[in-house]
Every structure is written in C-alpha cells, then in structure tokens.
C-alpha cells in the first residue's frame, strides 16, 4: 500500500499546480480537433509527474496525453508502464469550472494495476490497487446497487470526434428514458469515479483515449461496478476505445443501448 501511497502523494503535488494556476488562457495552444485545448500547465504538471513517477519506478515506461501522439508500443505489454493525464477536463480548468483531475494510472504487463484520480479543487482523491479495492480520501467506495431507473447517468461526448456526435446524442435520448437524469463532467476520469462512488449508475462514451480512463477503469471495477465497451466486450487498454462503465445494480439487469 505505501507505494500506491507515494502515488496519490504525487497526484496531489500536481493538483496543487493545477489549484495555484493563474493566467490560463494566455498559455493556450489548440490541438488536433475542434476545441481541443491543452496549456502550459498540461505540460508543466506531466513533465513534473514524469520526473516524480520515474522516481519511484525507474524501470517504467511513460504514455501522456501531452506527448502529441498516442502509441501504444508492443513493449508496453510488459513490465510498468504509467499512463498520466496532466488536467483531465481542461477546457473546464480554463473556465473555472471545477470537475479537472489529475489522473495517474499504472498498467502491468498490459493491464490495469494501480490508479490514482485527484480533482484539488474538492480535495478528493480516488485510488485503486488491483484486487484490494476502491477508496475515496482513504475510506472505502462502492458503486450503487439502484436500478438505471433510480439512477443518473454520466456520458461524455467525443468533442474531438465530429462523427460521434449524432449517435452520441441518440445514446442520450434513448438513455434519457430509462434513468432519473443525465449529467456532463467534461472530465471522463471524473465521471468513472462517478460510478465508483455510486453518485452515478452508468457512464457512456464513443471514444475516449487510453489516459482518459487508465485510471478510472481500474477504479469503477474495484468498487464493483464493470466495465466494456459499447459492444460489451473487454477493454484492451491500449489506446482509443468507446466505453461502458455500470454500478453493480445496473450491471444486474438489461443496460446495453
């Protein structure tokens, strides 16, 4: 446990810049895809955690959101490797709106081990070790045992992908029937703890990429919950990837879209 420990020590380290910035938009660069924002902050806390992490796992490898492109290298199903999110939600860090996370998540040979979700600005902080369950600011999280028709539902929309966003909205509209309400974080990693804390019964996306829920993945199945993507087939963790994360009541009866 304490070397999941000097992980979440580490997150919270980098939440804290993420809580002291100032001055965000000036630091903006746009990426590939509309709306698709990251800042020097993105960059400043990933290079910080790179440094930390490899500190305390020198013989891991590293896959972040801020290296420009996402290649899962076949030597990647071997060994450690971490896989980091700097700010999960950063058009919301721009605007003040405060579900951003800070996500770490640390595959072993090829699948989900340990994983670390902070949002500073609630001071939560979400962690998973393979096996040993899921925990909130060190006490245990369950996911829900509610019905989706006592639940809400949390969906991301694929921003960055303008062919998702018909079947996204379909999703919705289907979905909108059979649950209390939906809800939009903006953060998917924040949305999986979601599940796992059992504030949410269900979180949908078409496509999310490897560090958007590395982390989380591990997190919502710790707590009970499952999760697939939209085929209801297993994730393979190595790279982009539709999603299907349900409570443990939800996964009891018919969910699929």
């Known amino acids: ?4 420990m000097d992980l979440v020590q580490v997150a919270k380290e980098a939440g804290a810049i993420m809580k002291n910035a100032v001055h965000m938009w000036e630091s903006v660069h746009e990426k590939s895809g509309h709306a698709n924002f990251a800042t020097d902050y ?40 971490f896989v980091v999110d700097p700010i999960d939600g950063t058009s919301n860090f721009l ?11 640390l595959l072993k040979d090829g699948r989900p081990y340990r994983a670390v ?19 909130l600011n060190g006490k245990p999280v369950h996911s829900s045992k509610n019905s989706l028709a006592d639940s809400l539902i949390v969906f991301g929309t694929s921003p960055y992908y303008p062919d998702c966003k018909e079947e996204t909205f379909r999703l ?8 209390i309400d939906l809800r939009r974080s903006g953060s998917a990693e924040w949305d999986l703890c979601s599940v796992a804390a059992g504030w949410a019964g269900m979180f949908f996306e078409l496509r999310v990429s490897l560090w958007d829920y ?19 087939k297993s994730l393979t963790f190595e790279g982009k990837s539709s999603m299907l994360a349900v409570s443990e009541g939800v996964a009891r009866e018919e969910y699929m879209p």
């Open 1 to 4: 446990m304490s070397e999941l």
């Open 172 to 179: 919705a509209a289907e979905y909108l029937d059979r649950c």
């Open 95 to 105: 605007v003040g709106y405060r579900p951003s996370v800070v996500s770490i998540g």
């Open 117 to 135: 979700v902070y949002n500073p600005y609630f001071d939560m902080c979400f962690w998973a070790e393979a096996g040993k369950g899921a925990f």
């Open 214 to 232: 590395a982390a989380g993945a591990l997190i919502v199945e710790e707590a009970g919950g499952k999760v697939t993507d939209l085929e209801g």
């Open 42 to 81: 993105d960059e400043r806390i990933q290079a910080f955690l790179f440094e930390r992490l490899a500190q305390l796992e020198p013989e891991a490898s590293f896959l972040g959101e801020e290296d420009g492109h996402e290649v899962f290298l076949p030597e990647y199903k071997k060994g450690l490797v």
